[in-house]
């Protein structure tokens, strides 16, 4: 909700046909949005399946509005080639909303790929920035501690770690209001000194730098919260985010056996799917923005259904309010 | 025990001097292990002092030898500068008699970096190999799965990370006793095509190999069992494996709280026990051969005791017995 009766809605564009559910579930996500969030919404796809997806809903009255877009990229296209031969892709019509000025955010339940390249080649990069960059909570013990890349930069210079966590620290600031966030580098010792050739001349950097870094953190440090932001490579971080998951099933697994004899089915249901949320954050969280584009932006499991999207236009909305496009390009800049 | 009468009893030197309990635990552990696996025995170190502890012990008939060194390489000190001022280090004794033929394996619960070079150094490293690696369980879900390498090689080439895919097999199918070990590739996605750069180049090496490979898994498939040797360079191993310890502390810690209105305490320790043996496989083990020297090396924790000790030795013996070196030296040729 706008606390600020004087601030302007913010104005979220969508992409309606991307997803398992769309455009039923994205559309009913959307409409709970405005009626939690007061969100302008801009519903970008085919304007008469929208129109027809409106009609279940009392709409009149709220700011919303319908963009048509002819196309879709569906999964298992390569983004690239769809994106070309799809010029009124519905993910391409939503960003170049954002890029005219006519939305401050953009939210896509449809193919990721898809939705990366458009936001690179319409909204265009940050200064210094390679490829966007995910972060995020490594599963819900350390919910003070974020860790980046994720994924997308599965191949980092020293110098893309030294963005992630500029990243990470405006994350941690903006985002989670944590006031002085401290970053460390995630490596195989604690000293300075360790860690392969990349961790070794990142250290060197983050500590020349006048980003608030406490140095190494090692593996069993992550879920201690002994930093707010961890960096590493995209390969190691996104193998991190999938061990976390893997450890929790069979955690999970082991639980239902060793608990059986103690504890009611009920109970132990419980336990499991609280163990389950602890550790499969990417399914808490039903998506991520993603970082170092100009623009705020999105990326949503294709499995979204309403819930999911209302979350995600609720933390767009979130981070538009809180000027966090305009932090991160002030201190991406301050860097080069 | 060893079975055939006619078999040469396996004989191990162990570096009596080295580890928080040295030497009083190492003697007590060796001599366990005699009794338990028929072991020839050769105690290096000071002799005053592994005499004085054999006091307390019917050793008479035993195959029991001291050995005279006259130093010792204490923790804290560089590995290189130690060995090069003391030439007469229970270390370095204790490889020699290896090098020598005197002995058939090596036991250490000393200063490891001094381990892994003076091993390095006077035993020798296997064709094509530049450092020792180490592989292991990650954690005790998959009793059938080892990954390599889980630390000394923090930088590597895609060749590296074929010659553990060798080893990692050779200890598969010797040690594990499974007969034709499936071989998988770490990476952040199951597709060939996936992957850092290293993990590309290495795909197609592993793919033209007489590997058994199945290509790539992900960090979730690890503890699934997917494939019985997971490779991946050691920076990403050692941070998988103190990461799995941390996961496994902050779920033990979560559970004692969420299982405190349900179980009695004395269960939950029992949970908390197991759960701990399950994500902390280096404490479990207490220490791990390492690979690609020239000889059958365990490398114990500081602070092993005598079970630890006697456990150490009964695994070098099994290694020795599997004639495990003189196949990986072949394995590896064949690569060459």
Redesign the interface.
């Given at each position: 909700m706008t606390s600020d009766i004087n601030r302007k809605p913010v104005r979220v564009a969508i992409d309606v046909m991307g997803g398992d559910y769309a455009p039923q579930e994205i559309v009913k996500g959307a409409i709970q949005a405005v009626e939690q969030d007061g969100t302008e919404l801009i519903l970008v796809g085919s304007e008469d399946a929208i129109h027809k997806e409106l009609e279940q809903y009392d709409v009149s009255g709220l700011p919303v509005r319908v963009v048509n877009a002819s196309e879709v990229v569906h999964d298992g296209e390569s983004p690239v080639a769809a994106l070309r031969q799809k010029p009124d892709a519905s993910v391409l019509v939503t960003m170049r909303l954002a890029k005219e000025g006519q939305a401050d955010a953009v939210v896509s339940m449809g193919h990721t790929g898809a939705v990366m390249v458009s936001a690179m080649e319409i909204l265009g990069k940050l200064e210094g920035i390679k490829r966007p960059s995910a972060g995020s909570f490594l599963?819900g013990?350390?919910p003070n501690t974020i860790v980046f890349d994720l994924?997308p930069n599965?191949?980092c210079k020293p110098r893309d770690l030294v963005n992630f966590a500029v990243i990470g620290s405006v994350v941690a600031r903006k985002l989670l209001h944590i006031s002085n966030p401290t970053i460390a580098l995630?490596?195989?010792g604690s000293e300075e000194g360790k860690?392969?050739?990349l961790?070794k001349e990142t250290y060197q950097l983050l500590k020349q730098s006048s980003i608030n870094f406490i140095g190494n953190v090692?593996?069993?440090?992550?879920?201690?919260g002994k930093a707010n932001v961890i960096v590493?490579?995209?390969?190691?971080g996104?193998?991190?985010?999938?061990?976390?998951?893997?450890?929790?099933?069979?955690?999970i697994e082991?639980?239902r056996a060793?608990?059986g004899k103690?504890?009611a089915q009920k109970?132990i249901d419980a336990?499991g799917n609280?163990?389950f949320a602890?550790?499969h954050i990417a399914d808490v969280n039903g998506g991520a923005m993603i970082y170092g584009i100009d623009g705020v932006v999105w990326v949503g499991h294709g499995r979204s259904k309403a819930p999911e999207v209302a979350e995600a236009i609720h933390q767009v909305n979130l981070a538009v309010e809180a000027n966090f496009l305009g932090e991160l390009k002030s201190e991406l800049g301050k860097l080069q």
């Open positions: 599963g013990f350390a994924g599965a191949d995630l490596s195989n860690g392969n050739k961790a090692e593996g069993n440090d992550i879920l201690q590493c490579d995209g390969f190691t996104n193998i991190l985010l999938k061990f976390c998951e893997g450890l929790g099933n069979s955690t082991w639980l060793r608990l103690h504890l109970e336990i609280d163990l602890l550790t």
